[in-house]
């Protein structure tokens, strides 16, 4: 009965529910009916675009970037036939770079020093001037050794290039572990604990110098030492294998660009400051999409998935390691946004000490320009074994570039000029133009030296 009783009132519901929907469609859907209530925008007006969702638009950008560029790699297979040489990236040169290699194994030498002196400084063991000293001495070694070494060997260009990222890393991780080492010893003996500056819960006990700490930053990936950091519950095995496989297929995919592509536009290219003004701007746009390409693979393989496996692996909770540049409306926002893990220790053992000791805002950046100058050409310059200061002139000329974007950016607000010039100047001109005087200039010394 009770049953029955509640399945007579649900049908009275629905019933009552379709009247309803009889009515509304009875009332709302005549042709007297206002088809037109309000003030509306187009979707693509100035008004309203940037408050839309583009994603169809945006796939329809990827299916037609992956078409036109098919096609483009088929039509370059047919007419030049497969360029990938093997020798490129490994031949009989490679094996003699076992310098390289074995500097590379002894660069842990220097953080276990830097960690000696630490505990030494601990225990009072060593007055503060000497441990400044020796720290000094300890990151300006793991710069100069691996330097000496490449440019005493005939080593590959891809061998020296790989030794001296690693040993700019290990100086960027010792110079901040020495100097947050100071800052803790400064705090832990001010005299007045109350007066002392409020400390981070993730740097833990200023008084700490375990060496694990030391080991788990050398590896972890960021360059700002603490003794202790944010750290996920668990490790996705899963997960780490599909990035694994994403590396392989990207860094793939670059090698083919470059073999297939870069190196035989630049072996065909001439000096671009000796030649025919035209034909240099030619073969620099010509040279500027694939090179596009590569340093957009690189980004990716670099920055979201190697770090983010490593991060991964070590449960390293801060992924932080990139923000959205490729948005930055000048270029001062780009160089905040596009490689955090450099930034942040820009901002806090460079920038900030300049700040406190009573330095112009403008003066500290340029400063930070200067630094950031001298390892781009550091990583490029002791590789080739030649000096020309073509990467320390790029990084110094975009000091311009700021003043420049940052006055657009104010004078036409709520615009892209900025952006469009960033990518102008930095991607389709700066960035080939570098490749092309250093491919010269290293080919005109291996002539020097191959004739003398």
């Not at 000496?148 to 005939?154: E, M, P």
């Not at 080991?215 to 095995?237: G, H, I, N, W």
């Not at 291996?446 to 003398?452: M, N, V, Y």
Request: hydrophobic fraction near 45%; charged fraction near 15%.
């Amino acid at each position: 009965m009770m049953e029955s009783e509640d399945l007579k009132n649900n049908g009275k519901e629905c019933d009552k529910v379709k009247n309803e929907n009889r009515s509304d469609i009875k009332f709302y859907h005549r042709p007297s009916a206002p088809a037109h209530r309000g003030v509306r925008e187009s979707p693509l007006s100035s008004d309203a675009i940037f408050k839309q969702s583009h994603a169809g638009l945006f796939n329809l950008c990827i299916v037609v970037l992956v078409a036109v560029n098919s096609r483009l790699i088929i039509e370059n297979i047919i007419k030049y036939g497969w360029l990938i040489n093997s020798g490129f990236w490994f031949s009989s040169k490679s094996l003699r770079d076992w310098p390289l290699f074995m500097c590379c194994l002894s660069l842990p030498a220097f953080p276990f020093a830097a960690y000696l002196v630490e505990k030494l400084a601990y225990h009072n063991y060593l007055p503060q001037l000497v441990v400044v000293f020796l720290h000094i001495i300890i990151t300006t070694g793991s710069l100069l050794y691996p330097v000496s070494v490449i440019l005493r060997c005939d080593s590959a260009l891809l061998s020296g290039v790989t030794l001296m990222l690693f040993s700019c890393i290990v100086w960027l991780k010792l110079v901040s572990y020495a100097h947050t080492n100071y800052d803790m010893r400064a705090i832990s003996k001010s005299i007045d604990r109350e007066d002392a500056p409020s400390i981070s819960p993730y740097v833990g006990n200023p008084h700490d110098t375990n060496f694990k700490s030391l080991v788990y930053f050398m590896v972890a990936p960021t360059l700002c030492y603490q003794s202790s950091y944010p750290r996920t519950e668990f490790v996705r095995k899963g997960w780490v294998v599909r990035q694994f496989i994403k590396l392989i297929i990207f860094t793939g995919f670059m090698g083919f660009i470059i073999e297939q592509y870069i190196n035989p536009i630049v072996q065909n290219s001439q000096h671009p400051l000796k030649g025919n003004l035209l034909y240099a701007t030619e073969r620099i746009l010509k040279l500027s999409v694939p090179n596009l390409y590569v340093w957009l693979c690189m980004f990716y393989c670099f920055f979201h998935l190697w770090l983010n496996i490593l991060a991964e692996l070590l449960r390293f909770g801060d992924r932080e390691f990139y923000k959205d540049w490729w948005n930055a409306r000048n270029v001062e926002e780009y160089w905040r946004m596009w490689n955090m893990p450099v930034h942040k220790w820009m901002i806090r053992h460079i920038y900030f000490p300049c700040l406190r000791n009573k330095i112009p805002k403008g003066v500290a950046i340029l400063i930070a320009f200067l630094v950031s100058a001298v390892f781009h050409e550091l990583c490029i310059a002791v590789p080739c074994h030649m000096f020309k200061l073509w990467a320390f002139i790029g990084i110094m000329l975009q000091v311009p570039l700021v003043v420049i974007t940052k006055f657009l950016q104010n004078k036409f607000r709520s615009s892209m000029v900025g952006n469009m010039i960033f990518w102008l100047f930095f991607s389709i001109l700066g960035q080939p133009m570098c490749l092309l005087l250093y491919y010269h200039d290293l080919m005109n010394r291996k002539g020097k030296t191959e004739s003398t």
